[in-house]
Every structure is written in structure tokens, then in C-alpha cells.
């Protein structure tokens, strides 16, 4: 278990680093920041999810978890707001430690969602 969480991990920041790159880079060269934003976000949930396929879970990638799999980003995401909700208006003047918070949540839910339903 500790062995595929680490995996889950280093995916997860292979995906930021992606992610943020190509947002920045979009950015830079002129592409407007919504769409510099989706198009970041969309290369790293498909590169997260072909390396959690392979590497992480050893499972072959194929259309059915590929939707199971954005459902699982969705639901995880919806996890991280009302998180991120409930603990800002519990401890108003804690928002990074809400966001950190929320974010931990994201990852601890993406994980289980993708190890017991996803990549099954």
C-alpha cells in the first residue's frame, strides 16, 4: 500500500509540474488565462491519469476508466470546496491552512476513488 501511495504521489507532482508549466507558458506567450488554465489542467489530468494506469496501478488504460477516472477528478474537486468552505468558516483567518487542507483531502479521496473503483 505505501509502495502505490508513494507512486500516487510522485504522479501527482509530475502532474503539477506539468500542469503549471504549460499554464505559464501558455500564459507567456499570449493565450488568454482561462483558457492558458484549461489547457494546463486537461494535459495534466490525462498525463495523471495514463501514469497512474501504468505506473501506479499497472492497469491498462482504456476509455471506461478514462471516464471513470474524470468522474473521480470532479468528485475529488467537489471534496476539496467544501473543505475548503467548511474550514475557512470555521477558522476564517487560517485560508492557507484551508487550502492545504482541502488539497490534502483532494489527494487522500483521489487515491482511494482510484485504487478501489477506477483502476480496479
Not at 495523471?48 to 468522474?71: A, G, P, Q
Not at 470555521?90 to 491552512?97: F, G, I, N, R, S
Request: net charge positive; with cysteine.
Amino acid at each position: 500500500m505505501l509502495k502505490l501511495l508513494t507512486r500516487y504521489l510522485f504522479v501527482g507532482l509530475a502532474n503539477t509540474l506539468l500542469t503549471a508549466s504549460l499554464v505559464l507558458i501558455l500564459t507567456y506567450i499570449g493565450l488568454g488565462v482561462y483558457s492558458a488554465n484549461a489547457l494546463g489542467y486537461a494535459a495534466g489530468i490525462i498525463l495523471s491519469f495514463i501514469l497512474n494506469s501504468r505506473f501506479t496501478f499497472s492497469t491498462e488504460v482504456n476509455t471506461y476508466r478514462l471516464i471513470k477516472f474524470f468522474i473521480t477528478c470532479l468528485a475529488c474537486y467537489i471534496v476539496n470546496i467544501m473543505a475548503l468552505r467548511i474550514s475557512i468558516h470555521l477558522m476564517p483567518d487560517e485560508k492557507y491552512l484551508s487550502q492545504l487542507l482541502g488539497m490534502a483531502l483532494y489527494t487522500a479521496s483521489g487515491f482511494v476513488l482510484n485504487k478501489l473503483w477506477v483502476m480496479k
